[in-house]
């Protein structure tokens, strides 16, 4: 039996990358950055075995606000350093950065204790925004997480997710009444209190608040 299972932890992979910037305008002066994030794996803990999502880099910051709460003391990658006036012109800055982003995946993604935190795989293999994420996870959507993940794959469109403007359609079906034909959810039950909502340190709020620019200096990214 220990060989057996031996032969199988050799065999196991998951593997991720972190690809494709994009660039998306929410109004005249305010732009963010998204990454395709595609992940192959035949590992168990994963109900996909393929699966390709977009997260922006303050997704990235919640996520590892949220697996710190599970690690303990474990000591957590770091993500790449935020930058106020990143720019999709500076190929060396978003390498880099896309670079740091994979590391962390990696990193996490070869911890078995995070692979048991039900948002990790809702952030790789879901469309939900990080409010829903954070509601399914602790029971208070009508919608399971294994319901929410396999939404997102039958929604998926060759190798590419939905754009925004789909994401938010995605969401709202998901969150319908009854007759959308996804119960209460049977396999995380509902918590008498949500887990606290991710809470910014004085360097995350940089992270979080608008940048004021004055007109001459054009729109600028966000997070």
């Not at 168990?44 to 922006?56: E, G, H, Q």
């Not at 350093?81 to 999709?88: G, H, Q």
């Not at 509902?190 to 809470?199: A, G, T, V, W």
């Amino acid at each position: 039996m220990d060989s057996m299972l031996d032969s199988l932890m050799k065999t196991e992979f998951i593997s991720v990358c972190v690809r494709d910037p994009r660039l998306h305008r929410d109004d005249f002066w305010h732009t963010h950055v998204d990454y395709e994030i595609c992940l192959h794996t035949n590992s168990m803990c994963f109900r996909r075995k393929t699966s390709c999502v977009r997260r922006r880099y303050s997704e990235f910051v919640w996520l590892r606000h949220c697996l710190q709460q599970n690690a303990l003391i474990m000591e957590l990658p770091k993500l790449p350093p935020w930058k106020a006036f990143f720019s999709l012109n500076n190929t060396e800055q978003v390498n880099q950065r896309m670079k740091g982003l994979q590391e962390f995946l990696e990193i996490v993604l070869q911890t078995p204790l995070l692979l048991s935190d039900s948002r990790l795989h809702l952030f790789l293999q879901s469309q939900l925004s990080m409010a829903k994420m954070e509601k399914c996870a602790w029971g208070q959507t009508r919608y399971t997480v294994a319901q929410a993940i396999q939404r997102a794959s039958t929604n998926l469109i060759d190798r590419f997710p939905l754009e925004d403007a789909d994401k938010a359609s995605c969401d709202s079906d998901c969150e319908s009444s009854a007759s959308s034909g996804l119960g209460l959810s049977v396999e995380t039950p509902m918590r008498s209190s949500p887990l606290p909502f991710f809470e910014s340190s004085d360097g995350d709020k940089g992270l979080f608040s608008s940048l004021s620019r004055s007109p001459s200096e054009g729109p600028q990214i966000e997070p």
